[in-house]
């Protein structure tokens, strides 16, 4: 009886189908372990960022400059009384041009790269004369003596040198912090004669992360901008009128007017939706290994299947017989690919890593199956499919836009040839 039993566990189509089945669902345990393991990885390569961008200056934003101008508000307390506050009126320049370059640079935690950069920029541009006609503001309400320009910047630890303000051919100097912080929390002011208007320039020197963007503040606001880094991403509210990119770098060209923004030219107090028109680039990393890791984790359940349906064929045409533990054995070693990805994508580029891993993988799953097998024919076509496998997922790594219409092609290709390959089996002619 027992031997019966035993007979029919070796020779049932069905029992195979099943064992493979059950294999297959045990295997999705570690491919998951393994896609948190790559998240975990990721966020620590985030956290090693988020530490060197403390030290060195997070993504910038530079708002401005604008011209603030106090005056003085006759109104009623709650007792009836005559009392005076005071608010601020907020002027945009006719003209802003901000021209610069940034040098990027690369800063090792550990083993994780982090972007830095420092951006030099040249600021000029033009203030109107201020108006308050409109507004029924008395002349000497005026506090034109307490007029500031500022400059909103979003980590001002970035700031590497004194910032001169050149203001109708006279020199004042940015000191920091902003009396009337209800628009910009950060950033610089300087004390000008405001009550004509008149011509500004300055450099600024910032270092920061990631990212640098400007807020356009000027009526016709112009941002040129150059660096060799060769992977930019332009983003924020306004894509750029003119780029170009190359292996030595980029240069892009903005052209934003105040009628492209949610903002007029001159308000009193608070307005909202300044730092939403912000728009600039960031220089992101040629290769993001976690994210391209992570996708092909996903495949794993393909890559598991298609191989052991791989074996389950062999054994239906060559009249070989493995052991479940054995398909167990090639599952695991299936999943230890993307282990093997990881790690070594963290060291070298991800198509080397790619190709190290899949190699090693695929020459053990081979020799392991000569030695089961006991011919090399199985062997050489065990690895033939695995590395036609791997090409698959590479590929759909590289077509991102069209990896799923690849995909579903791919896998009908492969149904479809199962369903040929098997077409003449008698599945029930082995179960006695």
Known sequence: MIDKAKHWM??????????????????????????????????????????????????????????????????????????????????????????????????????????????????????AAPTFADWEV????????????????????????VITLNWNGREAEFTGGIEANDVVALGVSARVDASAGGDFSFDLSLNGSRSISVVPAGKETLVSLTSPWPSPKFDGAFLPDEREVSDEGFTATWHVLDLNRPYPQRWRDATHGVAESAFGVSLVLPVDHYRKALRASRYAFIVITLTLLTFFLIEVRQKKHAHPFQ???????????????????????????YAIAGLSTITVIACYIQSVYHTRVLSALTAAVLVVLYLFIYLLLQLEDYALLSGSIGLFIALALTMYLTRNVQWYAHES
């Not at 603030?68 to 802003?96: C, D, I, M, W």
């Not at 008395?138 to 040198?161: C, F, K, P, S, Y």
Request: aromatic share 10%.
């Open 327 to 353: 398909y167990i054995l090639v599952g695991l070693m299936l999943c230890l690919f993307y282990t093997l990805l990881l790690s070594i994508s963290e060291h070298v580029s991800f198509n080397a890593a």
């Open 138 to 161: 008395e002349t000497e309400d005026i506090l034109w003596n307490e007029a500031t320009v500022i400059l909103g910047i979003r980590d001002m630890r970035g700031i590497n040198e």
């Open 10 to 127: 070796r020779h049932s189509l069905n029992f195979k189908l099943l064992s493979m089945a059950v294999v297959i669902l045990l295997l999705i345990i570690p491919s998951v372990i393994i896609s948190v393991l790559i998240e975990e990885r990721s966020n620590t390569a985030d956290e090693a960022t988020e530490e060197v961008s403390q030290k060195w200056g997070y993504a910038q934003i530079v708002t401005g400059p604008m011209l603030v101008v106090p005056f003085k508000e006759a109104r009623q307390n709650n007792a009836g009384e005559a009392v005076q506050r005071t608010r601020h009126a907020y002027f945009l320049p006719e003209s802003l041009h901000f021209e610069g370059s940034i040098a990027p640079s690369v800063r090792y935690r550990g083993i994780y790269e982090v972007t830095v950069y420092t951006a030099g920029l040249s600021v000029a541009g033009t203030f």
